[in-house]
């Protein structure tokens, strides 16, 4: 017997598990995908070594990029770094 088929064989003796595999199952689902944001999106993580070598000294100074803000305005941000 393959897993699938022990799983679809306890949901339909007991159909309370099916909220818990729906829950399970998104839960996962959205982890994998912030996991994709943050692998894709984050300044920290450098993919190009070669042509990009340092991606975070090529944001902008109002450019978001964190996931959530709490009353930040980026757009009205002053430029407090140097430039390289």
Do not use: C
């Not at 070598?53 to 996931?67: A, R, S, V």
Request: charged share 25%; no cysteine.
């Amino acid at each position: 017997m393959s897993m699938f088929s022990v799983v679809a064989k306890q949901v339909k003796t007991h159909p309370s598990l099916i909220p818990l595999f729906i829950f399970i199952g998104g839960g996962a689902t959205m982890s994998m995908l912030y996991l994709a944001r943050l692998a894709l999106k984050n300044p920290d993580v450098s993919w190009d070594r070669k042509n990009n070598p340092e991606p975070w000294n090529k944001l902008e100074h109002n450019q978001q990029y964190k996931f959530f803000k709490v009353n930040m305005d980026y757009s009205k941000l002053k430029k407090d770094r140097p430039d390289f």
